[in-house]
């Protein structure tokens, strides 16, 4: 008997541990659900369609490149690519050297990140949401690469490469990255004012835009303009390029939902139907000014529609789309017509499209967001709410005129150090043999 109880008694000390340990874990269950609840956890749908917006994004770039690359006479067809995607390349080195920091860094007074991002430091590691905060990084990257290039479609066919790459380097440091931490960073000025930006309306179109004309005024006219013959020299191709910026959308608006849910699916519904709207505003007032609808007034009308789609998509419901599609529509179509008149020589129209349409988008944004859609349940002008177009009223002329001012600086500079302009004789013979040494044609 002795022996059973000796064999026993390792049991009962088992047992009797084993209890302990279950009473301690039953009493730590809690604490480690909490701290499991407060660790960020990823989820691979939402990093899925983040990294496929980033692609598709990327798209926009190239796409963009088409768009504005047939809209130039054909002399100059391939420095126009060049300039598209070289913003890409050399902004997306800036993004990750300095630039991500600046816009998205720890706020110093709400105007500008600091420097916890230099060369993506720590970035790897983290996370953002419920993303890796490296898929919101590129994602973003592809904006800030986008935003230049834009740009560049207003002093087409008359300025020179290496001024060209210096003057988007200091504007995208100096302009784009601060704008993007007003807007969207945490603690950004204009974002604790109550502005809304969803996916760029604001902080890469209109100042963009804005810029856009800035250095169209400042660099002059194309020589013979607009006596001469300045017209599209492959339509088919701007066509493309309107379609593959219209794909290319979905992942810069759906996208910058960051999740892929009712929001995502609420801004790509609101983006395709604002492009088509667009479309067929711009068509209706350019038949009823100039007696036919064209090719080229469709490809701009679904880019205006998009544009002021862009800062609204996933704050209102999906019937605003069609009026800020309409409106965008007709409006930039009259702005690019007015062009003429104000006498200013923007070459792919890009104040007229994306100024104009970013505004425009901007404070509509402020009339038709709903409470269920927006930060703090913050209602639009037809809910009632006077605060939010107030907020936005104030972050476009903010923004605006930052821009603008900011612009002028970096071109004096830029000018002051290096000629931006091509001489008469290169203008004349194009800017793909003369700069680049290449053609875009054999004849």
């Known amino acids: 008997m002795g022996s059973r109880i000796a064999r026993s008694s390792p049991s009962r000390a088992r047992v009797r541990a084993a209890a302990l340990a279950a009473l301690a874990f039953t009493s730590l269950a809690p604490a480690l659900a909490h701290a499991d609840d407060a660790a960020p956890k990823l989820d691979s749908g939402d990093t899925t369609w983040l990294l496929v917006s980033t692609a598709l994004v990327m798209l926009m770039t190239p796409g963009l490149a088409l768009f504005y690359g047939g809209m130039v006479r054909k002399r100059n067809v391939l420095s126009t690519f060049v300039h598209s995607l070289f913003s890409l390349a050399l902004i997306s080195v800036q993004w990750v050297v300095f630039g991500y920091s600046l816009a998205f860094g720890k706020t110093h007074g709400g105007l500008i990140g600091g420097a916890e991002f230099l060369f993506l430091k720590g970035v790897a590691y983290q996370t953002k949401g419920t993303t890796p905060h490296l898929a919101f990084m590129a994602f973003q990257m592809m904006f800030a690469g986008i935003t230049p290039a834009l740009i560049s479609g207003a002093f087409a066919e008359r300025v020179r490469f290496g001024p060209y790459a210096l003057f988007i380097l200091l504007w995208s440091t100096f302009v784009y990255d601060p704008v993007a931490h007003w807007v969207w960073a945490d603690g950004g000025w204009l974002a604790r004012f109550g502005a809304i930006d969803f996916a760029g309306g604001t902080v890469v179109h209109l100042s963009a835009g804005l ?233």
């Open 211 to 443: 810029s856009a004309l800035v250095c169209a005024i400042l660099i002059g006219k194309r020589l013979g303009y607009p006596g001469g013959k300045f017209i599209p020299h492959n339509l088919t191709m701007t066509v493309t390029g309107a379609g593959l910026l219209w794909f290319g959308w979905f992942g810069f608006n759906a996208g910058s939902a960051l999740a892929a849910g009712q929001s995502a699916a609420l801004a790509l519904v609101t983006t395709h139907t604002a492009a088509a709207a667009g479309t067929l505003g711009w068509l209706a007032a350019e038949a009823k000014h100039r007696g036919k609808p064209s090719a080229l007034g469709a490809a701009s009308g679904l880019v205006a529609g998009l544009v002021a789609i862009t800062p609204a998509a996933g704050f209102v419901p999906p019937w605003a789309a069609l009026p800020i599609g309409l409106l965008a529509g007709v409006i930039c179509y009259v702005a690019v017509v007015l062009k003429g008149r104000l006498g200013y020589d923007d070459a792919l129209d890009v104040f007229g499209v994306h100024g104009v349409g970013g505004l425009l988008g901007a404070l509509l944004t402020g009339v038709f967001a709903q409470r269920a859609f927006t930060p703090g349940n913050v209602p639009g002008l037809l809910q009632g709410g006077t605060k939010l177009l107030l907020a936005q009223l104030v972050a476009v002329a903010a923004a605006g005129t930052y821009a603008v001012v900011v612009t002028v600086a970096v071109w004096k500079l830029v000018d002051a150090i290096t000629t931006i302009r091509v001489v008469d004789q290169d203008e004349r013979e194009g800017l793909d043999v003369t700069l680049h040494g290449e053609e875009g044609y054999w004849e």
